[in-house]
């Protein structure tokens, strides 16, 4: 009956009912509590709050996240805690609290470790994708949006699998306005064989793709059916995020109508957050409003809700959507006749486009009027000098001690975008064999028993108000949590022991940061660019996005 019920709420919510989509939500709730069992619970809370349509349905999935959490938690069952913690991923993000959502990915990430799941993995590595954009950092981000697409190939449909991939990797190219070059191949493998006409959620994705290689034409296609259906998108897969997608998309094609005061009526209510459900990727619902406003011919109103946007995306902080939004700010207060204002707004924009290696190139940016991205970190030097370096850019140049970073930085930056071994950067030339991995599996049934015994140690310390077990338990809970990730990568791969190599990762990787960190104290921006653009692991390399690509000059 509970499993009738959910379905039921769905199929409802497919069909617009909304009314009664709640109605049989809830009752499947009631039922489940009544059976009391906890993973029974969860299904029906998954299935009455899978679809939010507006605000109300937003607050109340976060606190049906809450309780799923609660039940996995409770029942030390930590699957059962998935779907809550991925909504209180989204709700963390929706407030601006990077802070809190990376807390909860962690958390995520060591599950889905442990229970070698494919399709927790993959929902892993789109969230740690999404935060890594928000933060500013374009190759990670693309880098965890391949690798989920590759551990979700057969446990993900391919429809949402392709659709979420080129979700990620249209906004990280929309956001930065840097080329990608995988997108003729995307379009060729995906566009070829789906039809868009069946799911909204996967035709405003292909939207978006099609933009990005400028196809206006296929893009517009696409979305001028979506703009009469906003009503129906709102309570379909992924509703808010694809209406919210469509809102975008509307502005970049200029698409004016009736549509642009229904879009606005509907994502007004959502002023103030971030938009981030179901890990789309945007600006941020008060860009998208600004953007519709100025569409709409208020140019005032767009200012005020611009405004809101940068505040909201300096607060974060994220580097990339305040460039974004402040590019938009400036055309509002030029379309209100502000030359200075849009100037002044243009200028800021640039500066922080210029660190992360945005391309600001859509008439955002105007260098002949700022004068202030002019040059800027186009060339550089690295030069031994004595027993230390000198790092030069922009005419300005400091001091480095010497440390094994910096060797192992120069010779990267001699060989842009090619992969060096980190066994070759540490001089090991017969690094010693890998001893099997760190843990065996005795020892994960080991640490997944004392997981749960110290669970059960602070339900009971609550229980019994005893604040000192209960954070004893919890800082022991934590250590064994970090045992687990650094023994089981997230894509549930053991990590070996005793490995020569694997100690010349770590090593490696710990050298590299620290000259980084050395060079970004005397130049913030150099050490920006370096700390995004140089990629660790067990193979190392300097890879610059085109648009932020330095010319080095390398002495030693």
């Not at 009956?1 to 709420?9: D, E, N, S």
Request: charged share 25%; proline share 5%.
């Amino acid at each position: 009956r509970v499993a009738l019920l959910g379905r039921l709420a769905w199929a409802c919510a497919a069909g617009l009912d909304v009314a009664a989509s709640v109605r049989y939500g809830d009752e499947a709730v009631a039922v489940a509590r009544r059976i009391g069992d906890p993973e029974l619970l969860a299904t029906a809370l998954v299935d009455r709050h899978f679809a939010p349509g507006d605000l109300h349905a937003l607050r109340a999935r976060r606190a049906g996240a809450d309780e799923i959490v609660a039940l996995g938690d409770e029942h030390r069952l930590p699957r059962v805690s998935l779907a809550g913690l991925e909504w209180q991923f989204e709700d963390s993000l929706d407030s601006g609290d990077l802070a809190a959502a990376a807390s909860v990915l962690g958390r995520y990430e060591s599950i889905a470790a442990l229970m070698m799941s494919p399709r927790a993995r993959h929902k892993a590595c789109m969230m740690r994708g999404l935060l890594e954009l928000l933060r500013g950092n374009r190759p990670a981000a693309l880098d965890m949006f391949e690798r989920g697409h590759e551990v979700g190939r057969g446990a993900v449909s391919d429809q949402e699998l392709d659709a979420v991939y080129l979700a990620g990797r249209a906004a990280t190219t929309w956001i930065w306005g840097v080329p990608d070059p995988v997108w003729e191949r995307l379009l060729a493998d995906v566009a070829s064989d789906a039809d868009p006409s069946v799911s909204p959620f996967f035709a405003a994705r292909l939207a978006m793709t099609h933009l990005m290689v400028g196809d206006l034409e296929a893009a517009r296609d696409l979305v001028q059916p979506l703009t009469g259906r906003c009503d129906e998108i709102v309570r379909g897969y992924q509703g808010l995020s694809t209406l919210l997608l469509v809102a975008d998309l509307v502005c970049e094609l200029g698409l004016t109508g009736a549509h642009v005061g229904t879009l606005i009526r509907m994502l007004a209510p959502l002023s103030g957050l971030g938009g981030w459900w179901g890990l789309a990727m945007n600006l941020g619902v008060d860009t998208t409003l600004g953007r519709l406003a100025l569409l709409d011919g208020d140019p005032e109103g767009a200012a005020d809700r611009l405004r809101a946007a940068v505040a909201f995306a300096a607060g974060i902080p994220s580097p990339p959507m305040e460039a974004r939004s402040r590019a938009y700010l400036a055309d509002a207060r030029e379309a209100a006749g502000d030359a200075a204002a849009a100037a002044s707004e243009r200028a800021a924009a640039g500066r922080i486009a210029d660190r992360i290696g945005m391309d600001l190139h859509r008439d955002y940016v105007r260098t002949e009027q700022s004068g202030e991205t002019e040059g800027s970190l186009r060339r550089a030097r690295l030069v031994r000098s004595g027993s230390g370096w000198e790092v030069e850019t922009s005419g300005v140049s400091v001091p480095v001690p010497p440390m094994a970073g910096m060797d192992h930085l120069a010779r990267l930056l001699a060989r842009p975008g090619n992969e060096v071994a980190a066994t070759e950067l540490a001089g090991m030339e017969h690094p010693q064999a890998d001893l099997g991995p760190a843990l065996d599996a005795q020892a994960k049934r080991e640490y997944r028993r004392r997981v749960a015994e110290l669970e059960a140690e602070i339900d009971e310390a609550q229980r019994f108000a005893d604040p000192y077990r209960e954070d004893r338990a919890r800082e022991e809970l934590a250590a064994v949590m970090d045992e687990l990730r650094r023994a089981a990568g997230l894509w549930g791969r053991d990590r070996p022991s005793g490995s020569g190599a694997e100690r010349a990762r770590v090593n490696v990787t710990r050298n590299l940061r620290r000259a980084i960190a050395a060079i970004g104290a005397g130049l913030p921006d150099l050490g920006t660019h370096l700390d995004v653009s140089v990629r660790t692991g067990a193979y190392c390399s300097y890879t610059p996005d085109p648009a932020a690509a330095i010319e080095w000059t390398v002495e030693v």
